[in-house]
């Protein structure tokens, strides 16, 4: 497992931004479930990162830090993001996401993810996208250890058991 | 197969479609941002010439209750993007208990237009409070990207945004108090007319993530364990369940546990909290934008409960604060 560590010797916000985009992207994607939206929200992560970049380059894991703010907006808007999208888009026209869209197989798997509870869905994303051990995963999200080993246990229970799929 | 197999498979696709992710410059993203948000405060503005328009002499415009000034408007945004945009001039009449802002602009607790600056819900906020009025005529309001600030008429600032815990007046000066995106973030408090940041008033309220405080109370809403609870396909959870419940504080203890919604309203959240009364929500899973009860609680007046039937997505504030007097009773939620 790797963790999310800051380059100590590349740390200028561009190369942090140029890094760091689009696994943030496919984070709040496999939870948002929203191609127009996890672009939106990766971007509003990355501005506000921008505008407090003096704080946050001192932070101990900005990496981290701007993931869990993308978690924090994901999480806020998950319910109301596709209707406000279509709310907005009757103001001012249409948009066209940039991400295609995944294989019907594989956006079953992350679709049965998003059903799962908030924590559950969380824990699973940041383990499977971000390839985080068990205590990156609470560190990360504030939690402790067991915390994220339940739901972890719980989550891969549920996933196996709704996909059909041996554990 | 194994789950650690599909698991592979999918977030390899997953990563491969966020690849496509075009990574523009920052500068270019705020700008992108800024105009996404901005488009419907154009239409706003055409709205308001408009109504002015139809005011002049000759014109057949019905009464309508917000002033249609179109003033000049100071723009200080922090990049080089140059913006001209007016709000109108926002008026509230004495006695306002509350005020309602959603797509389409704010209004006041009688449903008159207070200023139609319309807010997209989407953006920096993500569903923070979204604005504050001092109760004399210092008004703040965030759109997402920017906050604007008017006693009379909204000017726009380039004060970092963010949900919007408080206006007061410090020794006659304006002073607006922003909580942070970080659901455990600190509030941080700037003098509205000079930009600065200030030490917070004494008297403050506070929004640290979803606990509200003020008057030596705090309150918020402690949301259930649904772990084991069966969802639907929307990720909806399926009675029987429990309701979230609104708790207030004070001096170390429980005060007061209140449950909020239904099985059709699972969600809720507090709006606003000023030492007395509380403005909490309760909403559907789905649909997303769907209709939910709102409630204007008075701690001390178990029987005065407002009940209002929200659309929609809409955000509540008290206007001014009601100051204690007596006892605390278990509200009465009609």
Known sequence: MTEIQPDPFVFDFDGFYQRNYRPVVALVYGLSGSRMGSEDIAQDAFLKAHRDWNEVARHPNPEGWVRVVAINLARSRMRRLSAETRALARHIGSRTASLPEMSPHNERFWAVVRSLPIRQREVVALHYLEDMSVAGVADML????????????QARRTLADTLEVTL | MKLDDLARQATSDLLQAAHAAEIAPIDTVRRHRQMWIAAPAVAALVALVAVSVMLLPGGSAPPVATASTIGATTTTLPSSTTTTAAAGDPWLEPGTSWIRGGLNGVYDDSGELITDLEFSGIGILGGGRASAWDGDQGFVVVTDQV?????????????????????????????????????????????LTTGAETTAPESSRTLDGVTYQAGGLATFIELPDWTGV?????????????????????????????????????????????????????????????????????????????????????????????????????????
């Open chain 2, 147 to 191: 906050l604007w600030f008017g006693e009379g008429g909204l000017v726009e600032t380039d004060l970092p945004v963010g949900p919007i815990v408080e206006v007061e007046r410090v020794a006659g000066v304006p002073v607006v108090g922003i909580g942070s995106l970080v659901a455990t973030g600190p509030t941080t408090w700037f003098d």
């Open chain 2, 230 to 334: 069966t969802r639907g396909e929307a990720g909806e959870p399926i009675p029987p369940f429990d309701l979230p419940e609104l708790v207030v504080m004070g001096e170390g203890e429980e005060l007061i546990r209140l449950a909020i919604g239904s099985e059709q309203r699972p969600y809720a959240q507090v709006h606003d909290f000023d030492g007395r009364r509380i403005i909490v929500s309760a909403e559907p899973h789905e649909p997303a934008l769907g209709p939910r009860t709102v409630w204007v609680i008075d701690l001390e007046c178990a029987e005065c409960t407002v009940r209002i039937e929200s659309d929609g997505p809409e955000w509540f504030d008290l206007v001014g604060t009601l100051e204690r007097e007596g006892e605390l009773r278990l509200p009465i939620l009609p």
């Open chain 1, 142 to 153: 504030g939690v402790a250890e067991s915390t994220v080993k339940n739901s972890l246990a």
